[in-house]
């Protein structure tokens, strides 16, 4: 075999390798005709977060966290900044979408009593991330209202810190325990 047709022949089984994942795992699966709303909150909630993650990350390269530059910031952002009001709108927004998302999918499980045995520990790695994810409402809040109105006796550097530091790494860190634990158990209705 001449080198040209082994490269062509890597091509293919590279292709065909690939092709493989994508068909098992996203293509050829199906979602069952029993699957409702409810049952895509959570993993509704985690695109929701990653959304946070990915629009928060632009916003810091131009947010000032200091009382006098935070607001004057944000209006940098939403009419100087290429796009900037539309990234700035969606993570404005998003918090109250994934709130109702997260308290959807909370609902859901104490109402079927997934809750129980042997998935006490997702019912608590779960809670834990809502209460996370209040927070990290509460601290955005005040970062956007800036503190020079006596909205919060927390300087504004630390209450950012908690936001894009602090609080993500809690919640990556209860998202790995809870993913894990699901992954160990299976879910109760699997797809
Ligand atoms: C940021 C918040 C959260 C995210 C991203 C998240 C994500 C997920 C995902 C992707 C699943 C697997 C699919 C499903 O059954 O929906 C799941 C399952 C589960 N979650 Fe959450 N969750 C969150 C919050 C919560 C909360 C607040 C609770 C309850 C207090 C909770 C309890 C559970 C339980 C018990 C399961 C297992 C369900 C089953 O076996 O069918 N989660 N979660």
């Given at each position: 075999m001449n080198?040209?047709?082994?490269?062509?022949?890597?091509?293919?089984?590279?292709?065909s390798f690939l092709q493989e994942i994508i068909e098992t795992?996203?293509?050829?699966?199906?979602?069952?005709?029993s699957m409702s709303w409810f049952g895509c909150m959570g993993g509704l909630s985690l695109v929701a977060f990653m959304i946070q993650v990915i629009t928060g990350v632009?916003?810091?390269?131009?947010?000032?966290?200091?009382?006098?530059?935070?607001?004057?910031s944000i209006q940098n952002i939403s009419?100087?900044?290429?796009?900037?009001?539309?990234?700035?709108?969606?993570?404005?927004?998003?918090?109250?979408?994934?709130?109702g998302m997260v308290i959807s999918h909370m609902l859901r499980i104490l109402f079927k009593?997934?809750?129980?045995?042997?998935?006490?520990?997702?019912?608590?790695?779960?809670?834990?991330l809502l209460i996370l994810t209040l927070f990290m409402?509460?601290?955005?809040?005040?970062?956007?209202?800036?503190?020079?109105?006596?909205?919060?006796?927390i300087p504004i550097s630390y209450l950012y810190a908690i936001h894009v530091a602090g609080i993500p790494m809690a919640m990556g860190l209860f998202?790995?325990?809870?993913?894990?634990?699901?992954r160990n158990t299976g879910i109760s209705e699997p797809l």
């Open positions: 080198k040209k047709t082994e490269g062509i022949n890597q091509e293919i089984t590279t292709k795992n996203i293509t050829r699966r199906l979602i069952p005709k632009f916003l810091m390269f131009h947010y000032i966290p200091s009382a006098k530059d935070a607001v004057p009419h100087n900044v290429p796009y900037g009001w539309f990234i700035q709108r969606i993570h404005a927004v998003g918090p109250h979408i994934m709130i009593g997934i809750y129980r045995r042997p998935r006490e520990l997702h019912w608590v790695s779960g809670s834990c409402y509460y601290t955005g809040s005040l970062l956007s209202v800036s503190n020079s109105d006596g909205r919060s006796a998202m790995g325990l809870h993913f894990f634990m699901i």
